[in-house]
């Protein structure tokens, strides 16, 4: 069993910056591929970027391309999303998945692992 654990968020001013941090448990942690999605008050759990298992090909959003940033440290089992230009329609609690086949994947249903995540909120 792979345990994913989020870190990172917080309360931020719109504009502001913050960078979510995901540490996994497995040791085949470079094998896997790697997403983020999140869930805003009263909708559903949407998708926001991912990022395959050898950190080379990435895939945002629409929502967040240009302020958002997905990346993965093979070497420290680690996932990161930098969030730029954050607005308060980002407010949302952010989770992170691992993904065992390796490749990007947009759909929840392709993620086998997932974290607790955690809470960002943008003030305006």
């Known amino acids: 069993q792979v345990q994913l654990v989020e870190s990172g968020g917080g309360l931020v001013q719109a504009g502001g910056s913050l960078r979510l941090s995901c540490a996994a448990s497995a040791r085949t942690f470079r094998t896997y591929a790697m997403g983020w999605f999140r869930r805003a008050p009263g909708k559903e759990r949407e998708f926001v970027a991912a990022i395959d298992w050898s950190g080379s090909n990435t895939y945002h959003a629409d929502s967040v391309k240009g302020r958002f940033t997905i990346s993965k440290d093979n070497a420290k089992n680690t996932a990161y999303l930098q969030m730029n230009s954050l607005k308060p329609e980002d407010t949302a609690v952010y989770y992170c998945?691992?993904?065992?086949?390796?490749?990007?994947?947009?759909?929840?249903?392709?993620?086998?692992?997932w974290g607790q995540g955690t809470q960002v909120t943008v003030s305006s």
């Open positions: 998945a691992a993904d065992r086949r390796g490749a990007i994947a947009t759909q929840i249903w392709s993620y086998d692992y």
